[in-house]
């Protein structure tokens, strides 16, 4: 089922933190790894992710739950690159047939899969470890994002949990009237894409709603809005930016020290 409310345990350190704060940590220390393609780098920065997922209050076995998709889709990014990459430079690895893996193709895609998943896990983090509203709030307050924006946003993420409840409505009602894939792989697809369109339409039309009803109650008023619940930016949520982009600041001088670092540009 599809959850967006926080797991972590609230009084722990970095759960407790600035909602902004936690945020900008977060795009700090994926932003400084898009900048390399080599492995190192991205390995390291997920090795101190999971170093410090105790210290957000959070579960190792909770983070693979919520962070399963990330890992299938980059088990496929993975499996794509290393059968379908057209560089295949390096020592062969293994040749089997028409399929080919050589080291370049292979440090390749790790540079990849690996860079994906710790761009990833700060948000997945992020999420996991902040309520919805203490997130829209900081960024009203700290931020200084427009009201408007800050508490559409957060409609629309309150809404994201009935996506599966009506996915699974519309399913049932299909199956209700006969229409079943079966065991028939194209068949499934087709229900699948057309399963998604009615989805995004029931969320175009219950978004378009929620619009009218959020202008209708003077969310567009252009006034100053009062807050009910203050977020401060302490001392403590700078130092937890600033860490972050030493953190990875120091997974590239890693990457440079050992000679792999691989720039994204040039």
């Given at each position: 089922m599809i959850s967006v409310a926080p797991v972590a345990r609230p009084g722990a350190p970095l759960a407790r933190r600035n909602p902004v704060a936690k945020l900008a940590a977060a795009l700090v220390f994926s932003f400084v790894l898009i900048a390399t393609l080599d492995p190192v780098a991205p390995a390291i920065a997920i090795a101190i992710e999971l170093a410090v997922l105790p210290l957000f209050g959070i579960r190792y076995r909770i983070l693979a739950r919520r962070a399963w998709p990330l890992l299938a889709s980059a088990g496929g990014i993975l499996v794509t690159l290393v059968l379908f990459a057209a560089d295949r430079s390096g020592r062969v690895l293994v040749e089997a047939g028409p399929v080919v893996v050589t080291e370049g193709v292979l440090v390749t895609a790790l540079g990849l899969v690996l860079r994906t998943l710790a761009v990833a896990l700060p948000g997945i983090?992020?999420?996991?470890?902040?309520?919805?509203?203490?997130?829209?709030?900081?960024?009203?307050?700290?931020?200084?994002?427009?009201?408007?924006?800050?508490?559409?946003?957060?409609?629309?993420?309150?809404?994201?949990?009935?996506?599966?409840?009506?996915?699974?409505?519309?399913?049932?009602?299909?199956?209700?009237?006969?229409?079943?894939?079966?065991?028939?792989?194209?068949?499934?697809?087709?229900?699948?894409?057309?399963?998604?369109?009615?989805?995004?339409?029931?969320?175009?039309?219950?978004?378009?709603?929620?619009?009218?009803?959020?202008?209708?109650?003077?969310?567009?008023?252009?006034?100053?809005?009062?807050?009910?619940?203050?977020?401060?930016?302490?001392?403590?949520?700078?130092?937890?930016?600033?860490?972050?982009?030493?953190?990875?600041?120091?997974?590239?001088?890693?990457?440079?020290?050992?000679?792999?670092?691989?720039?994204?540009?040039?």
């Open positions: 983090l992020v999420f996991a470890t902040t309520d919805a509203t203490d997130l829209a709030d900081a960024l009203i307050q700290n931020a200084k994002a427009p009201a408007r924006f800050a508490i559409g946003a957060l409609a629309a993420f309150r809404l994201v949990p009935l996506l599966e409840q009506e996915w699974r409505m519309i399913s049932m009602a299909r199956r209700a009237r006969g229409v079943d894939a079966g065991r028939n792989p194209v068949a499934k697809l087709r229900l699948f894409v057309s399963t998604a369109f009615a989805l995004l339409v029931g969320a175009i039309r219950r978004g378009t709603r929620l619009a009218v009803a959020m202008d209708a109650r003077g969310f567009d008023a252009g006034l100053p809005r009062t807050v009910a619940r203050r977020q401060r930016f302490t001392t403590a949520d700078g130092l937890l930016v600033a860490g972050a982009a030493a953190l990875a600041g120091a997974a590239l001088a890693v990457s440079v020290a050992l000679g792999t670092f691989r720039p994204l540009i040039g």
